[in-house]
C-alpha cells in the first residue's frame, strides 16, 4: 500500500508538521516531528508526497466534516 504525507508547516518552521496516510490520503493521523526525525521516517516509510489531487479531496472531505453539506434529508430538516 503506498504511504502518503502532507507537510502543513511553514518551511523554516522548527518542526515539521505533517499528515501521514497508508492507503488512503483522506484517513491520516498528523504527525510532529524535527525535521532530521521526518526525514528518516520518510525514508523509512517510503513515503510519497500527496497530489495536488489528493489534497483538494482530503480539503473537500474535512469542509463536509466541519460545515456540513447539502442532503435531501438535511435540507428537509425542521428546527
Not at 491520516?28 to 532530521?36: I, Q
Not at 508526497?49 to 428537509?76: C, F, I
Request: aromatic fraction near 12%; proline fraction near 9%; charge should be negative.
Amino acid at each position: 500500500m503506498p504511504k502518503f504525507v502532507r507537510i502543513r508547516s511553514e518551511p523554516d518552521a522548527p518542526f515539521i508538521e505533517f499528515d501521514f496516510a497508508i492507503g488512503d490520503p483522506c484517513l491520516f493521523v498528523e504527525l510532529v516531528l524535527p525535521p532530521s526525525a521526518f526525514e528518516a521516517f520518510c525514508i523509512h516509510n517510503q513515503v510519497v508526497p500527496m497530489s495536488l489531487e489528493q489534497m483538494a479531496l482530503v480539503d473537500a472531505e474535512a469542509d463536509k466534516w466541519r460545515y456540513g453539506h447539502n442532503t435531501l434529508v438535511g435540507n428537509s430538516r425542521t428546527t
